[in-house]
């Protein structure tokens, strides 16, 4: 069976990589490995003799037999090295030690489920392994209400893919297809997606393309997976567009392919695809978004650092969605005066007008940071392209500290930073504990097991914060580095952190039921500075029109623009005594009058007039 693709066909027949039980009762194993030489592959299981495998075209090994139930263990003998399975489903032992054959059936209970719209999504970040005590998907679950009360319709799950140890953020992944088994393994993320659809939330899963953990990398004997040509911050790039690059996209198509498939996984978020390197006609990631949206509907979002909207455009790259950091590096200046870095590039309410208006603060002109132009125009683009957050795991974990803003700012602040990205015309994503104010930190944790690793990655975490005024770094491989990242028990909760939960709840449900609000277009959204330190929104849609007002000085009372001709009902303000505030705006508004705002504060109106 082949499927046509920017005219180039796929051969889906041959998406099989890894040990699949069949119908008839035997086991299929299948791996490319045209780097194995004279010898040939041998297929290794525990006090059984090694069995030649079929040599097919492409550098292909198969072979077929009876008898080999779920759970077990396998290995390849390749070049002359035992190697574990490339495409292994589960690496129960960690990252060096053989394969186990899983099986696929499961009996889901999510027919009901249908993936909403991606206008529909807010997106609630986590790590599994710190979200509860326990670490595990398992452990999510009981959470799942919790988030849909919140308001949230889509958990993305950082990358599961088998890393090294125990702890890790999942980006040191060395098995694409493996689940990382101190998380529960690949029934315990069935189980967790099955439970998420049944509870009415999407899932999007991050996978990582660009590159692949140093520890229990064994790909690179079996084939070419890796090209000097380039280099990523992180290690050797993956060879997308070299001599038998064919079989490389092909073996991360077919795992996007599985994560949406067999998973059921509605979304995926490709991390840092700015370290993609391919100079190919057909982009690697062009065909694997085309192919996911066909063969499966699942949504492809892009993580890149380019401000180049071509990744969205269908002629483009083709992803549905895209981060974009311009937000929060604007909203993080405004609120904590920090300029070290790449937050040199931004400055006052005119550049977060521009954000809300534009999706890019820079859209071509000159970065200082970079010390070149920058980005290009979102012209044409929605609003529903753009996933923006005032906090990800990335911001948050990429300081020394691991500071949140709840370390750094205000109780009004707080609310402040919900309110600017809740209401704008993008998609937005809370990370894990931002909607009550956790002040546990979120650091950068491994658990690797090579010494002279260990040592590399900790110089590396101190020359990387060389830009910013930090000068302690917490160690990576210290366990307690991992252990303070979890989160709080509802239980513990404070006063006002229950106060900001709800608060956020409240943002929520108004994004959700005002139709100016939830109607996502820039084409639609007048954002204009008002004074050095205040800005004012305007959303409208065809059945309504609603009006944002953000003040960021810390002395408030200064006007904050005249409200547009009309009548104006108040739906929230930061400032009110319900939300612990020294008192706010009116609750409605006539004719072209001054609006005053509290310091550090945001209220929202709809016309009814």
């Known amino acids: 069976m082949t499927t ?22 035997r086991c299929e194993f299948r791996v490319w490995a045209p780097g194995a030489g004279a010898g040939g592959v041998q297929l290794q299981r525990i006090g059984k ?12 090994y198969s072979l077929r037999l009876k008898d080999i139930p779920p759970g077990t263990r396998y290995s390849y003998l390749v070049g002359g090295k ?3 399975d490339p495409a292994s489903r589960y690496q129960p032992d960690g990252v060096h030690s053989p394969s186990e054959v899983v099986a696929a059936t499961f009996v889901w209970t999510d027919d009901a489920w249908a993936n909403p719209p991606l206008a529909q999504y807010v997106l609630y970040e986590m790590h599994t392994g710190t979200f509860s005590a326990a670490g595990t998907f398992d452990a999510v679950i009981p959470r799942l209400p919790y988030l849909k009360d919140l308001g949230v319709t889509a958990i993305e799950l950082m990358p599961v893919s088998q890393f090294p140890g125990g702890r890790n953020w999942g980006y040191d992944g060395v098995f694409p297809f493996a689940v990382q088994n101190t998380y529960g393994g690949p029934a315990a993320l069935k189980r967790l997606v099955n439970a998420a659809h049944r509870a009415g939330l999407a899932v999007v899963l991050d996978v990582v393309y660009n590159h692949l953990g140093p520890e229990g990398n064994y790909l690179r004997d079996f084939g070419p997976y890796f090209i000097d040509r380039y280099k990523t911050p992180w290690g050797d790039a993956l060879n997308f567009d070299g001599p038998d690059s064919d079989e490389v996209r092909q073996f991360f198509i077919e795992n996007a392919l599985y994560w949406t498939g067999e998973f059921h996984i509605d979304a995926l978020r490709l991390d840092a695809i700015h370290a993609i390197f391919d100079s190919s006609a057909l982009r690697f990631l062009q065909e694997l978004a085309t192919t996911v949206r066909k063969a499966t509907g699942a949504y492809v979002m892009a993580e890149s650092d380019l401000n180049d909207v071509r990744v969205i455009r269908p002629d483009g790259l083709a992803c549905d969605a895209l981060w974009s950091d311009s937000l929060h590096h604007v909203l993080h200046v405004l609120l904590t005066g920090e300029h070290d870095g790449y937050y040199q590039d931004f400055g006052g309410v005119a550049d977060l007008a521009k954000a809300y208006n534009e999706a890019f603060v820079y859209s071509g002109q000159y970065s200082k940071f970079r010390r070149r132009r920058h980005g290009n125009s979102t012209r044409g683009a929605r609003g529903e392209q753009f996933v923006v957050c005032a906090q990800n795991h990335d911001q948050i974990g990429n300081r020394a500290q691991g500071d949140r803003l709840s370390a750094l700012l205000d109780f009004e602040s707080l609310k402040l930073a919900a309110g600017a990205v809740i209401l704008s015309p993008f998609l937005p994503l809370l990370f894990m504990g931002e909607e009550y104010g956790e002040t546990a930190p979120f650091l950068y944790f491994t658990s690797h097991g090579d010494d002279d690793l260990i040592e590399a990655v900790r110089r590396g975490r101190q020359e990387e914060f060389g830009a910013f005024a930090w000068q302690e770094v917490a160690d990576p491989q210290a366990e307690v580095t991992f252990s303070q990242c979890r989160l709080t028990p509802q239980a513990s909760w404070t006063p006002r952190q229950r106060m900001l939960h709800d608060f956020y709840r409240e943002l929520l449900r108004i994004r959700r039921d005002t139709p100016a609000l939830a109607h996502l277009s820039m084409e639609r959204t007048e954002a204009v500075p008002v004074g050095e330190h205040c800005l004012r929104m305007r959303r409208w849609c065809e059945t309504g029109e609603a009006m944002v007002v953000l003040e960021f000085s810390q002395a408030g009372g200064a006007p904050g623009g005249t409200c547009p001709a009309g009548r104006w009902r108040k739906l929230i303000d930061s400032a009110d005594s319900k939300w612990d505030g020294p008192g706010g705006a009116p609750e409605s508004l006539t004719g072209e009058i001054g609006i005053v705002l509290a310091r550090r504060s945001l209220a929202v109106y709809e016309r009814v007039g």
């Open 49 to 60: 003799p090694a069995v030649a495998m079929e040599a097919g075209s492409g550098g292909y």
């Open 82 to 84: 035992t190697r574990p």
């Open 4 to 25: 046509a693709l920017a005219g180039n066909p796929i051969d889906t027949d041959r998406l099989r990589l890894g040990a699949r039980c069949l119908a008839d009762g």
